[in-house]
């Protein structure tokens, strides 16, 4: 195990609900909160697990809503009070990841962020640790720094980055520039991505010196770093943070960090990337999952929850039990169905993702008490 | 409304639980229990209904199991208790006919008895009473009668009818011989009989003087035949019939009355077919409930049950929801989802028929008490 890095801190956003997984995710229980993998602990709990070699049980901050505390510490319960830092509605990841920074900023001046989601899945750990002390070293020099995962399959989910010339910095043999960062491709852009080889999947984990981040905010979006450091300057004071913050963050600009920050950077020859030669999957919506949790045998029926009570004949695909019902699902190929206590959702991988928009119309039909 | 025939009674065999409609019908609620078709009621107060204006209320009967005798009679309260006939274990159709035609004839030598299942669905009544009126004037006239339905396709799933020459009986003018008896098909001689016209399905209904009923099994199972008229002796005699049933009934071979009656008697030219022009469906499978319910609009998504927390989004198919849960399905065609406290079926109409032995496995499997 690797000695953590001293002048690293690492962050882990843990906001989205992960529409595309219900009616396993919840408002109340979001994808972060699942054990999807059948690891026998959460996403989040194996995000943090992930992260203590490389930054140290006192060097994890977790960015939540207000909702989410109780659970998020429950999970994490090692985590110190000062590093969960509480959003109070949610402003999407520029907001979030900037809050984190600033306040870390503050505290550390010359401190290096790492950002990582709490609710993707990632194997091969001692891939993933070479590749955030890679970057390290590369923000360390100056670069805002992502980790692009090499793509094992023409992907229309992710956004992709297009690798530049090699970046000679000490201690990451790997790393490059990015001369491009690109949003989600249709199939034949996929492909040729693909085919190509040059492009990396974003896997949404940026680490950079937090001025360095700070600062091309402040570029691309004054007002919101603005805000993000008044907030700051309050946030270790008792007395002033809640009023500070019930005035400015309400205020905040809703953007994304890949926006706000990674595109405009690319475009200045200040992003770098180092390839992640690790497992790396979202665990974006349920054919991700049993695609996951398969383990590379498609032609079965992949149980997560109560295995004995499933009887599948001539089925093939995922069925996530949390129910103590007989589950029989007969003559079904790509068949996806999640059975919980007050919602059912029956499906096929071809259609995960048109999840996210049954739970809008749930929503819209006054059934959102389920969701 | 027609009056009651005076010389008629109808039986109602109440038996098969109707394995390939699980988990909707189980051991404790057979098929003949529930109401499949939205009406309100239950298939077995349906067929009562239907039989009232021919028999009278006082002149139906109901054979069904010991198990069941309470359900029947909360179904039917008007019931005589000595219309009731109750199998001490179940020994297949012609046993229960046979005891019911025993019973009967001892009570009133010349009944005509008509046999006509629990659990199907008819509509369109003034035809069948129709059918069961002129099927009544050809068995006076010593015939055992089946009414037949001309196909609405080349069904796999039932036997079939071959008309033969027509026949003169007063009050009978679309009644035949029946030339020939046929077991289900495969689908090649489906589609033949389909396209030839001259083949009915045999929907189950037989209807004839008791003593010829008697006389047929006599000759083709004497032993059975034997056994049913001891009983028979005895069940009026309440000091006499618990005995008797007990030593004999269990003995009693277990065969269909098809084979124990109506194939010998059409080879013999004494087995008559009266067409019956209403809509039947003997709703053996979902597929094919699916198809009743959606009253032939098969693209869209049919919902038995609570409908205001079904979400059907590009799906067809049917929903049976016997919970409060909310079920979303998305994107799966001819979908079968039913619903129950405690156990969950998902398959496809394609697949309906194989459902029987999902029955079968969760038996084998020790998960029997869902069933």
Chains 1, 2 share one sequence.
């Not at 960062?181 to 984990?205: C, H, I, Q």
């Not at 475009?267 to 790396?280: E, I, N, Q, S, T």
């Amino acid at each position: 195990m690797p000695e953590p890095i001293e002048d690293f801190y690492a962050v882990i956003p843990a906001g989205g609900i992960g529409s595309r997984l219900w009616p396993l995710s919840r408002a109340e229980t979001p994808k972060f909160l699942h054990d999807l993998t059948g690891s026998g602990v959460s996403l989040l709990r194996n995000t943090w697990d992930r992260l203590l070699p490389l930054a140290g049980p006192e060097r994890i901050a977790v960015v939540t809503g207000k909702a989410h505390e109780q659970k998020v510490e429950t999970e994490l319960p090692e985590i110190l009070d000062r590093n969960v830092f509480i959003e109070s509605d949610p402003r999407e990841s520029a907001a979030a990841i900037g809050l984190a920074a600033a306040i870390l900023q503050r505290r550390e001046p010359d401190v290096i962020i790492g950002s990582f989601a709490a609710d993707h899945h990632i194997s091969r750990t001692r891939a993933f640790e070479f590749a955030v002390q890679q970057a390290v070293a590369v923000a360390r020099a100056g670069y805002i720094c992502t980790i692009g995962i090499p793509p094992t399959e023409p992907s229309v989910g992710f956004g992709y980055i297009q690798l530049g010339g090699e970046l000679e910095v000490e201690g990451a043999p790997m790393a490059a520039e990015v001369e491009r960062f690109v949003e989600k491709p249709d199939l034949e852009t996929a492909r040729r991505y693909y085919a190509d080889r040059s492009f990396l999947w974003n896997a949404g984990m940026f680490i950079g010196r937090a001025d360095v981040l700070l600062a091309e905010l402040a570029a691309n979006e004054p007002e919101l770093h603005a805000g993000l450091v008044e907030i700051a300057e309050a946030w270790d004071e008792p007395a002033r943070r809640d009023e500070v913050v019930a005035r400015v963050w309400p205020t905040l600009k809703k953007i994304a960090i890949d926006y706000a920050v990674a595109e405009p950077a690319a475009a200045k020859g200040r992003l770098a990337v180092v390839p992640g030669h690790f497992d790396w999957d979202d665990v974006g919506d349920f054919a991700s999952l049993a695609k996951l949790i398969s383990d590379g045998r498609p032609d079965r029926m992949s149980i997560l929850g109560q295995n004995d009570r499933v009887l599948a004949d001539e089925s093939t695909g995922l069925v996530v039990s949390q129910t103590n019902r007989v589950i029989a699902v007969v003559g079904v190929e790509g068949l996806i169905v999640v059975d919980t206590d007050d919602a059912l959702l029956v499906t096929t991988s071809e259609h995960a993702q048109r999840v996210k928009s049954v739970v809008g119309a749930l929503q819209e039909s006054g059934r959102g008490s389920v969701l």
